[in-house]
Structure formats: C-alpha cells, structure tokens
C-alpha cells in the first residue's frame, strides 16, 4: 500500500480496521482506567485551551492571524490526546463505528460516552482552578482574563441551533484528525497530522464541547473574584448548559454519523473485523 499512496502510512482501509479495534477496546477499559484517562484527557485539551486564549489575548496580532495561530497552538490539546494517550468524548465518537460492525452494543457504547464526557468534564473543570489560582488571568496586563470572560460570554450567546452546526463541524475535523493520526507509524507522523484540521476548526470558530468545560468554569472563578471586564454581561452555570446541550449533541452527529458511520459504510460494511 505504501507504493501505491506514496507515503509511509497505513492506507485508508486499514486504519478503518484500526479505528474499529481500537474502539472495542476503548469501550471495554475498566471503569477506573476510563474515567482517569477521561480526565487526563479534559486537562489536555484544557491546555489547549489556554495556549489559544493566550494569542488571542495579543491585541497586536490581526483577526485572520490569531485565529489561525490560536488553532495551531490549541492542537497541542489533541496531541497531548493521542500521544501521550488519554479518553476524550469527542474522539471517541468514532466508538460508532465498531457499533456499526456489531462488535459493541448500544449500551457498550453509550456507557463509555458518559464516562468519559462526564470525566472530560472534571479534568477540563480542574485545570481551570489550578489556571484560576495560579493567577494565570492576570498575565499582559490581565488581558489573558478579559480574554477567557469574551470567549465565553460569546459562547453563552449562541443561539442554540448554530452552537449544534459549530458543533457538527467541529467533530468532524477532530475526528478526521484522530483518523489521520491513526495512518501514521511514528510519534511525529502522529503529531504532524493532527494541526491542520484542529486548527481548522479552531480558526473557523467550531465549537468543541470539552474546550468548552474548560472556558467556562474558569470564567466563572474569575467572575467569582471579581476579575469582571466593565460592562460585561455576567456568565452564568444556565449559560453554560445551555451551550453545552447543543453542542454536545452536535459533536456526536459530526463525529459519530458524518465520520465513522460514512467511514464504516465506504470500508468495513459487510467485511470482517
């Protein structure tokens, strides 16, 4: 296969089959093993999280180039992921596809989901106290803090049916990034083909939900110490469900139904495991 594509890479058809194994044994981790991974995996994108928020709080810096720099810093959170290894949600909508082939069932993958959405969540949380008592917020003149209290009021003003189709977008570029790592035989293939479609997103303003479990409590603490920009319309915990709802929805179809059930369909349909 390599002579055909031309690289040093497992072909398309084969990192289905991968993609399909590495999801049964995913859904199949002991609880313990799940939710710690889950967590490690919320504090990873979180740092992520805060590499963007720091080039965006670069005044200096145009839209268009904080944008695209901000999504390449904050693949650092996808890396982290997949290198160093760790559960996250929204790249394990691609569970779906071993669903699909009949090697989990429903509740297999819905139980997995759960745990490592809801450990995504206090991994993502956490981080944003350690960030908070840090003083991090305070950096550039506590630009860095406006900056995190902006993104996520903008986020909590998003009506939810474009918060869903963010979302959707969203997945569909973490998920191709996850398949594409997957093609890849070495730690810098691995890293290398994670950039471009998280930075993508990023730069498109997509919604990932786990990055949004890490804006949102720590503009909640700074709002807590008062580190309020004048003016500004509080964030809120309803703010924040509220945004999460759809987007957590979104990033299930774009990952679930647009990649790996497409995915599925094109390569592993009527083939065995």
Request: proline letters at 4%; charged letters at 10%.
């Amino acid at each position: 296969m390599a002579d055909i594509y031309g690289l040093d890479a497992y072909a398309p058809a084969e990192v289905a089959r991968r993609v399909l194994n590495v999801g049964v044994t995913k859904a199949r981790l002991p609880v313990t093993q799940t939710l710690l991974l889950g967590v490690l995996a919320g504090a990873f994108i979180g740092l992520g999280a805060l590499f963007f928020t720091l080039v965006k709080s670069d005044a200096s810096l145009g839209f268009a180039a904080s944008q695209v720099l901000g999504g390449v810093v904050f693949a650092l959170g996808l890396q982290l992921v997949v290198v160093a290894g760790a559960e996250l949600f929204t790249g394990n909508n691609l569970l779906a596809m071993a669903w699909a082939a009949g090697q989990l069932s429903t509740r297999e993958v819905l139980r997995n989901w759960l745990l490592v959405c809801v450990a995504n969540f206090v991994g993502a949380a956490g981080l944003a106290l350690l960030v908070y008592l840090s003083g991090h917020g305070q950096m550039n003149g506590g630009a860095i803090g406006r900056q995190v209290m902006a993104i996520a009021h903008a986020k909590q003003e998003l009506a939810p049916w474009p918060a869903f189709f963010r979302g959707v977008l969203c997945n569909v570029l973490v998920c191709m990034a996850v398949w594409m790592a997957m093609a890849g035989r070495s730690v810098t293939d691995k890293a290398a083909a994670i950039v471009p479609p998280v930075a993508a997103f990023v730069a498109a303003g997509f919604e990932h939900s786990i990055a949004n479990m890490y804006w949102f409590p720590l503009a909640l603490l700074l709002q807590a110490g008062g580190d309020v920009p004048a003016g500004a319309s509080p964030v809120t915990w309803s703010g924040m469900l509220g945004n999460l709802g759809p987007v957590i929805a979104g990033n299930l179809v774009g990952g679930s139904l647009l990649v790996a059930m497409t995915y599925h369909v094109i390569y592993r349909r009527g083939t065995t495991p």
